[in-house]
């Protein structure tokens, strides 16, 4: 199995900023695609940006893009998030997952959830 943990989320104003950092242990793959998702209270989960297991193919979600930057180092199996420019509907609950494929383009090819880490943007 692999273990995901996130960290880094907060209270921020509105055009604040934040980093998040996801940290992947257990059974890692070398060649493993990584995602963000967030839900915001009474909503579903959205998808914000994934990452293939290179960095070479990257997308966001047109609500975040010029935004946030997803990126990730290997050799500490960590994935990031950091996000600029915050909005108060940013709130939620973020989470980063991972998958056994190196390159997804769907949420179901993410295999392994975090529990996730609190974003609140205070307008």
């Known amino acids: 199995q692999v273990q995901l943990v996130e960290s880094g989320g907060g209270l921020v104003q509105a055009g604040g900023s934040l980093r998040l950092p996801c940290a992947a242990s257990g059974r890692t793959f070398s060649a493993s695609a990584k995602g963000w998702f967030r839900q915001a209270p009474g909503k579903e989960r959205e998808f914000v940006a994934r990452?293939?297991?290179?960095?070479?193919?990257?997308a966001y979600a047109d609500s975040v893009k010029g935004r946030f930057t997803i990126s990730r180092d290997n050799t500490k199996n960590s994935v990031y998030l950091q996000m600029n420019s915050l909005r108060p509907e940013d709130t939620a609950v973020y989470s980063c997952a991972a998958s056994r494929r190196p390159v997804v383009t769907q949420i179901n090819e993410f295999d392994y959830w975090g529990q996730g880490t609190q974003v609140t943007v205070s307008s």
């Open positions: 990452i293939s297991w290179n960095g070479a193919w990257i």
